[in-house]
């Protein structure tokens, strides 16, 4: 009864949907050094936003909201830093976060009755989610491998790392950007190949069912 409770909570993705569409931009067009700190505070937003609508919250629900608060400000703090370990595990702390809210969305759109536009902006989160995700294992891998993570020489930027990421995630493809090193190229094929299961299977099923009921509850329930 419970988890029923908290599951029949409207789940509303269109502001997720804005913030996250805001957090890339503002990525893209920041080059000073704060701008990785402005990007951990979207980020902390984003997840907040992704876990809003389980109610109500138990205790460890605020335990980990508190904790997620309190590593943000230390990777905010790491990200604006001059120190390369400390932006490496910003990066990571990124990249688990919005893992973390991939998980919880994905889980809370499969699990409502009727596919709706709310929906279909929850899978969209998500899979800019996973591109935002994948742009902070990028970047951390370019801060803990030894020698350069683009070929040619192209510098790492939170704009270049995004660029690569998402690039990568729809399989345009375009060459001006690749991972020199193994280890960047193997987490740029996982990446590729999420992005295409992604659209392939839940964007694709969602769209089809629209406005109709996935879920028969039977009778009395």
Known sequence: MEEDQR????ARYGLLLITLIAAYLVSAVTSTRWGGAIHVAFVAAVAL???????????????????LLATGVAAGLGAASESKLAMGLADCWDGLVLLLAVVVIIGRVLRLDQVTAQSIYGA?????????????WFAAIASFVAGPF??????????NVQYFSFTTLTTLGYGDFTAAGSFGRAVAVL????????????VARLVSAYGTSRRQRPPGE
Do not use: C, K, N
């Open 191 to 202: 990446e590729a190949i999420s992005g295409q299961v992604f659209l392939a299977t839940l």
């Open 7 to 10: 599951t029949s909570v409207p």
């Open 150 to 159: 683009f070929a040619d020489g192209q510098p790492v930027s939170t704009a």
């Open 124 to 136: 969209l989160s998500a899979y800019l989610l996973i591109g935002l995700m994948f742009a902070g």
């Open 49 to 67: 936003l992704a876990v809003r609508h389980t109610r109500p919250w138990p205790p460890t629900a605020w335990l980990a909201a508190a904790a």
